[in-house]
């Protein structure tokens, strides 16, 4: 019987790229079941990549296989690797960043270089710039499709050897937390940070209540106010901003029927900081 076979890239769908990946896929196996998890990555963005995997690939069932293609180090010395998570979850990808919130927040049970030799679409040896569809849908639809085992993709590999991108810890410095804002929700403009429920849980702010944060980036503040901590938007009025807890059981900030992004021009990475303390009222 088939797995589910699950694609993420930056390819978009303005262009043939995605649908030559399923072609192949179906080709290799025309009883497929295969999903889109997202092709609107920003290109090349790597960290990205890797967040969008941790949202979603916990939630689906054990044996699915996901194809993450972004890939800009594209035909050069990076590997090529297939993993398979604590849960069951297999994952076939560049091994440059892409599983680092994988590896960090669901764990890495097993993991295997991929042996472009053997696991590559027939007559594509020529072509080094599409891996997405003559390596990785390849690959990822023979698995799925039970024509070979994981243990055929390749050797084994430590999954600590797995590369990880850069990481910023969360710190709390007294009565302050401070952290990074990690990512959007893009439709939405919200901003999640990489503040844990728990760690945020230290502060002793009950729903309802209120923190004062401020958002900087580098050193330019660019946003300070005391906000209420909610369970869900419907408990602050339309326009007003929240704190809550995400999907993924982190904190974030966002306006009710709004784009936080937006309304402060807020992007995300490192450089983005943002601090929360309990409010003294």
Not at 10 to 31: K, L, N, R
Request: aromatic fraction near 10%; proline fraction near 4%.
């Amino acid at each position: 019987m088939s797995r589910l076979l699950i694609f993420q890239s930056d390819f978009g769908i303005a262009d043939g790229a995605v649908s030559a990946m399923y072609g192949v896929a179906y080709s290799v196996c025309p009883e497929l079941k295969i999903c889109d998890l997202t092709h609107e990555i920003p290109q090349y963005n790597i960290w990205e990549a890797s967040y969008r995997l941790i949202q979603t690939v916990g939630y689906w069932p054990k044996d699915s296989v996901f194809v993450s293609v972004v890939d800009p180090g594209v035909g050069s010395t990076r590997r090529s690797i297939a993993v398979r998570t604590v849960n069951g979850q297999y994952i076939i990808t560049p091994d440059n960043g892409t599983l680092t919130h994988i590896k960090r927040m669901l764990g890495i049970e097993d993991a295997r270089e991929i042996d472009e030799e053997r696991n590559r679409l027939p007559n594509s040896g020529e072509s080094y710039t599409f891996h997405g569809r003559d390596i990785y849908a390849y690959t990822g639809a023979r698995l799925a499709s039970g024509l070979i085992r994981f243990e055929d993709i390749g050797p084994a590999v430590h999954p600590d050897s797995v590369v990880e991108l850069p990481v910023t810890e969360p710190v709390m410095d007294g009565d302050t937390i401070t952290g990074t804002i990690d990512i959007l929700d893009v439709r939405f403009g919200s901003l999640w940070t990489n503040i844990s429920k728990d760690l945020f849980k230290t502060l002793g702010v009950p729903y309802g209540g209120r923190v004062e944060i401020a958002i900087m980036n580098d050193t330019r503040e660019v946003y300070r106010n005391i906000i209420r901590y909610a369970k869900s938007f419907a408990d602050v009025y339309i326009g007003e901003p929240l704190i809550y807890v995400n999907s993924l059981d982190y904190i974030a900030v966002a306006i009710n029927q709004g784009s936080f992004s937006k309304a402060y021009n807020v992007l995300t990475g490192s450089n983005w900081k943002i601090s929360v303390k309990k409010a003294q009222l």
